[in-house]
């Protein structure tokens, strides 16, 4: 069974340190909620486990399957088995989804096996094909250009796209809620519900409740000021969403901003 594990993590970025001792572990077939307010450092983590260089790890560790994924390129890491999506997903004019998808997914059959020959053209249109009518995509969507002109909805829909046919041991998805209406919402959930298994793992990071309507976490957390401060079940997300996170900062003693 993978498992990613953080321990005691410190981030600096840009001088300025933004994880505090950060410490969280992620097992396949778990569903973890990483919540927090703004600015708090949630996608300094998501970037941080991906190997964004401006994200400067400057103490604690974090491990993946036993590995020491510090030290790996991110392709390395995404080949072990983890994913991120992104808050922001960019743009890639020139390359279509359907190109890109490819790529990505021959990229990860030559990590495994050099002598590896890649999908079929046959092989990966039927499975593209399977994964867009999962998340109700249009066909049209793989020959246009990655994230070019997407709106917000499509562009977190085509971040779990990549997820469901890379097939991740681990996922990160970094608020891909935010800015979805009720029914893209969905559709995104259904994705991350469709994967849920004892294969995999994820690690939602969500600045509301909503989300969690659709994906039960097992286990929700709360970030504040670069640590993880408390942990529990769904029912913490549920006292976030009607208390806030006022008695989190009372509580760790953190100043109300
Ligand atoms: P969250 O995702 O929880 O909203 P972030 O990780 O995006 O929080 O940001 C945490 C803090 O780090 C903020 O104070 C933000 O201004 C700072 N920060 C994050 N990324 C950068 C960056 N690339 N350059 C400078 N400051 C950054
Ligand atoms: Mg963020």
Known sequence: MSELMIKDLHVNVEGNEILKGLSLTVRQGEIHALMGPNGTGKS????????????EVTGGEVLFKGQNILELAPDERAHLGLFLAFQ??????GVTVANFLRTAINAHR???DPEDKGISIPEFRKLLKERMDLLQMEHSVAGRYLNDGFSGGEKKRA??????TLQPEIAILDETDSGLDIDALRIVAEGVNAMRGAAFGALVITHYQRILNYIQPDFVHVMLD???VESGGPELAHRLEADGYDWLREKHSQVAV
């Open 44 to 55: 300094t983590l998501a970037y941080t486990l991906m190997g964004h260089p401006n994200y």
């Open 88 to 93: 922001y997903p960019v743009a890639i004019p």
């Open 110 to 112: 030559k990590a495994a």
């Open 159 to 164: 971040e779990i796209l990549q997820m469901v």
């Open 226 to 228: 670069g640590r993880v």
